[in-house]
């Protein structure tokens, strides 16, 4: 089996990824684009709330050269509040690129609750699995407990409020879908 530091640094090699950093009372939306072609991108900025009650985001048009890294948005961290939320900067119309995610609060200072985990599973033509996992609330480090022998394409992510993410899983046995589980860091 995979150890889950396996997928954290897939993630930060991934060729294109949103980033963010600090930048005095404002936030750096970084984009990393490692391919060989240009892209554009609508860049959702903001705050969202850890329930998903509330979002304050900001839609921008951002070209990213080939090749390169850049910062393409700056934004304030405004009157949010910091225990309650994060800072995000997502790609509205590329749900292969996973969301930049800022906590301004060490993870366990966060007001998280349970987040409302749902998943479905469905066998595909070809004898894998997809494992389409959702949210109502942010979750942190969402895990896929599967059967011995699974492999997820992906694993221990974040789930921003109302997201949803499909993962494939590969098995060289057969089993039934009712032995999958999904967990995450902050499940009730």
Request: overall charge negative; proline content about 6%.
């Amino acid at each position: 089996r995979r150890k889950p530091s396996w997928y954290f640094v897939r993630r930060a090699y991934a060729p294109v990824r949103a980033i963010l950093r600090c930048g005095g009372d404002h936030v750096r939306a970084i984009v990393a684009n490692d391919t060989q072609e240009a892209l554009s991108l609508t860049l959702e900025c903001g705050y969202v709330s850890l329930d998903g009650t509330s979002a304050a985001l900001q839609p921008s048009k951002v070209d990213v050269p080939a090749l390169s890294r850049q910062q393409v948005v700056t934004f304030p961290y405004g009157e949010h509040d910091a225990y309650s939320g994060l800072w995000i900067a997502r790609a509205a119309d590329r749900d292969d690129i996973p969301a930049g995610i800022l906590r301004a609060v060490d993870y366990r200072q966060l007001k998280t609750a349970d987040p409302g985990l749902s998943f479905s599973a469905t066998q595909s033509q070809d004898g894998q699995w997809i494992v389409e996992v959702g949210a109502r609330g942010y979750a942190h480090a969402v895990h896929l407990l599967l059967p011995p022998g699974c492999v997820p394409a992906d694993d221990y992510f974040d789930l921003l409020p109302g997201e949803s993410r499909r993962v494939r899983v590969a098995s060289a046995e057969a089993f039934d879908a009712a032995e999958f589980r999904v967990t995450c860091t902050n499940a009730g």
